[in-house]
């Protein structure tokens, strides 16, 4: 028996409210997140952490974990704010908390919603690109989770919505989640660090600088590296233990 509009409508809820959320976040906060803002309120902020450190360190936390958890633009701003605020390690390191969370949440709301119904289909047809992206996920599903965070080239959204519609495990997105993206953070963060030298030329940071290969070698190799299962359990050989 199919299940009632209401019993639909409960069940996506969760997703529902995470859309409403970031567009209405979008519509009413996007402007706020920007480098001006930052470069506009640089000393009250400084101050505002030095009287209030702890709180100002938990107050950013909840802040990236709403603006990743309704999918707000302007995330990248935010972290060259922590890293302004807090140096490269600690504010890496709280960049990372809050990311995690809110993707977490973002997780649980697409797997509870279309989530389960997504993935329900793709085991009742067994066929199709998403039916076998799903069968290579689950034998190598580590390696697969850490190339999506560790490559530049795929956007954060995709990378916090696909594990949902194909059953990945929570434990493991968590996993990886954390460590996966902790790379790429703490480029940005490490540009935020020095932002206090850009503020004094009057210039912009240069945002595209994960893309330099001093920085993007690194990141492809961390990449190679978690491909690595994938790619020895496609060219061994039948009947060959491992």
């Given at each position: 028996m199919k299940p009632s509009f209401l019993a639909l409508l409960k069940k996506n809820l969760p997703l529902m409210a995470i859309i409403a959320m970031a567009i209405a976040g979008y519509w009413q906060f996007g402007n706020y997140l920007s480098f001006e803002t930052l470069a506009d309120n640089r000393e009250s902020l400084v101050l505002w952490r030095?009287?209030?450190?702890?709180?100002?360190?938990?107050?950013?936390?909840?802040?990236?974990?709403?603006?990743?958890?309704?999918?707000?633009p302007g995330a990248v701003f935010l972290s060259l704010g922590g890293g302004f605020l807090f140096g490269p390690v600690i504010g890496t390191l709280l960049t990372v908390i809050g990311a995690t969370i809110g993707a977490t949440a973002?997780?649980?709301?697409a797997r509870t919603g279309l989530g389960?119904?997504?993935?329900?289909?793709?085991?009742?047809?067994?066929?199709?690109r998403l039916a076998?992206?799903?069968?290579?996920?689950?034998?190598?599903?580590?390696?697969?989770?850490?190339?999506?965070?560790?490559?530049p080239a795929v956007p954060f959204w995709f990378a916090n919505l696909a594990p949902a519609f194909l059953g990945v495990s929570l434990r493991r997105y968590i996993f990886t989640t954390f460590f996966g993206i902790m790379p790429g953070t703490a480029v940005y963060l490490w540009v935020g660090a020095g932002l206090g030298e850009v503020f004094a030329r009057g210039e912009a940071p240069d945002l595209g600088i994960i893309f330099e290969w001093r920085i993007l070698g690194p990141?492809?190799?961390?990449?190679?590296?978690?491909?690595?299962?994938?790619?020895?359990?496609?060219?061994?050989?039948?009947?060959?233990?491992?």
């Open positions: 030095d009287n209030n450190y702890w709180l100002a360190a938990l107050t950013y936390v909840a802040l990236y974990i709403a603006v990743v958890g309704f999918s707000i973002i997780f649980l709301a389960n119904a997504l993935q329900a289909k793709l085991l009742e047809n067994g066929e199709g076998r992206m799903q069968a290579g996920l689950k034998q190598n599903e580590l390696s697969y989770l850490f190339l999506m965070r560790l490559v990141l492809l190799a961390l990449s190679a590296l978690s491909a690595m299962p994938v790619f020895l359990k496609k060219i061994k050989k039948p009947g060959v233990q491992a």
